[in-house]
């Protein structure tokens, strides 16, 4: 990462730092890496430390942080990550049918990346919605619910589309 972009980075950690009292500026690890991965697509282990030097924290207590949570991507992933729940709400009502559909139509298995890049197939913990499953986050910002195999074609389908233009 070149110079200026690390300090285009720190620029924006201040910011998040600031908006917690000075003793506390580890709360802004959250936000930190969230910058991280804007700025870079995934959250490397070299990132980790960059943060835990910045925030004045245990390189292993950032890397704790990003392994706990999925919104944190630990490789580069394709232009869609496809978080699916399998959380036992969800496994009851066709969650793991949803998965092994998705593994199918992509070619690729949960955890891995579609050879053009354009999809990476993970699994969720509960995206709290259970009542709507199967549900799925799209990117981290975009719930489906309802996920039937029609509305995952239709969604696939959707989205390749969009990217073929």
């Not at 690890?29 to 697509?41: D, H, K, N, P």
């Not at 309802?146 to 959707?158: A, E, H, V």
């Given at each position: 990462?070149?110079?200026?972009?690390?300090?285009?980075?720190?620029?924006?950690?201040?910011k998040?730092?600031?908006?917690?009292p000075?003793?506390?500026a580890?709360?802004a690890?959250?936000?930190?890496?969230?910058?991280?991965?804007?700025?870079?697509?995934y959250?490397?282990?070299?990132?980790?430390?960059?943060?835990?030097?910045?925030l004045?924290?245990?390189?292993?207590?950032?890397?704790?942080?990003?392994t706990?949570?999925?919104?944190?991507?630990q490789?580069?992933?394709?232009?869609?990550?496809?978080?699916?729940?399998?959380?036992?709400?969800?496994q009851?009502?066709?969650?793991a049918?949803?998965?092994k559909?998705?593994?199918?139509?992509?070619?690729?298995?949960?955890?891995?990346?579609t050879?053009d890049g354009?999809?990476?197939?993970?699994?969720?913990e509960?995206?709290?919605?259970?009542?709507?499953?199967?549900v799925?986050?799209?990117?981290d910002?975009?719930?489906?619910?309802?996920?039937?195999?029609?509305?995952?074609?239709?969604?696939?389908?959707?989205?390749?589309?969009?990217s073929?233009?």
């Open positions: 990462m070149s110079a200026n972009a690390t300090l285009s980075m720190h620029a924006r950690f201040a998040e730092v600031a908006k917690f000075a003793d506390q580890q709360s690890v959250m936000a930190c890496l969230a910058i991280v991965q804007q700025e870079l697509g959250v490397s282990t070299d990132s980790e430390r960059e943060v835990a030097a910045y004045g924290m245990a390189p292993m207590a950032v890397h704790e942080v990003t706990f949570y999925n919104m944190y991507n490789k580069p992933c394709g232009k869609y990550k496809l978080n699916v729940c399998t959380n036992l709400p969800c009851l009502r066709d969650g049918v949803a998965l559909h998705l593994e199918h139509k992509l070619g690729i298995h949960m955890g891995e990346t050879p354009l999809f990476t197939l993970q699994q969720s509960c995206l709290g919605a259970c009542a709507d499953s199967p799925m986050l799209v990117n910002r975009t719930m489906c619910s309802f996920m039937s195999n029609d509305k995952l074609d239709q969604l696939i389908d959707s989205l390749k589309s969009v073929a233009t």
